[in-house]
């Protein structure tokens, strides 16, 4: 089967850094993404991971280890506008599937 | 300038009815796609489809149909609406399976 798992809710201030979390099951693993959707939105990639790592891309980073079936995704600074749902999502071996987990909603405070 | 966009953005219908919804892409992408976000927001992928292959998830009931008149272009189709069928219809475009993927804006499908 295929699973994916993320917190439902995070809350964070403004300026701080914030971690989310994303464990995966999948028949097959060819690339892990993160993408952002703000409410009434679509969703927006932000980071591609398919080795093991850090992908560092501004405020964003993603890090992937596929032995452990983990990812996460790290906000730095904080904004206001990063409130939004991450949704983390893998793509199986044969790359015409893509598992999308639940997401997690963040919410960033004053 | 629009890269994914999709029509129309709501849609209230009946029971019954038989709709459909249009998506085009101007990214010169080869593979688009159809995805389905219910109330939980779960995104779900429906249908993949390169210009040659389609895949279709094996949940989607076949009420719901592809149809590309060209690689532009990715309609879906549906028979016979159910109320659970009411959700956001997210299409997408990438370059070939391996690229990122470009979601257009959404359609919201309501069944009364």
């Known amino acids: 089967g295929q699973n994916i798992d993320q917190p439902t809710e995070m809350t964070a201030t403004e300026g701080a850094i914030v971690q989310i979390n994303c464990t995966y099951q999948?028949?097959?693993?060819?690339?892990l993404f993160w993408y952002q959707q703000h409410a009434g939105e679509a969703p927006t990639f932000l980071s591609y991971n398919v080795l093991d790592g850090l992908e560092e891309k501004g405020r964003f980073s993603s890090f992937l280890s596929r032995s452990k079936g983990y990812s996460y995704l790290l906000l730095k600074e904080l904004q206001m506008k990063d409130s939004a749902s991450y949704l983390c999502?893998?793509?199986?071996?044969?790359?015409?599937?893509?598992?999308f987990g639940p997401g997690t909603r963040l919410s960033v405070l004053p | 300038d629009t890269a994914v966009s999709q029509t129309p953005k709501y849609l209230v219908t009946q029971m019954g009815n038989d709709k459909s919804i249009k998506c085009e892409q101007n990214l010169g992408h080869d593979t688009m796609y159809w995805y389905k976000q219910d109330s939980k927001k779960f995104l779900k992928i429906m249908f993949s489809y390169n210009n040659k292959e389609l895949i279709i998830n094996e949940t989607v009931p076949n009420r719901f149909s592809p149809k590309s008149p060209d690689k532009a272009h990715l309609n879906l189709h549906i028979n016979s609406l159910e109320l659970g069928d009411s959700a956001v219809y997210f299409c997408?475009?990438?370059?070939?399976?391996?690229?990122?993927?470009?979601f257009g804006p959404g359609t919201r499908l309501t069944v009364l």
């Open positions: 997408a475009s990438s370059n070939t399976y391996t690229d990122t993927q470009y």
């Open positions: 999502a893998v793509r199986d071996n044969y790359g015409q599937n893509f598992v």
């Open positions: 999948t028949s097959g693993f060819n690339g």
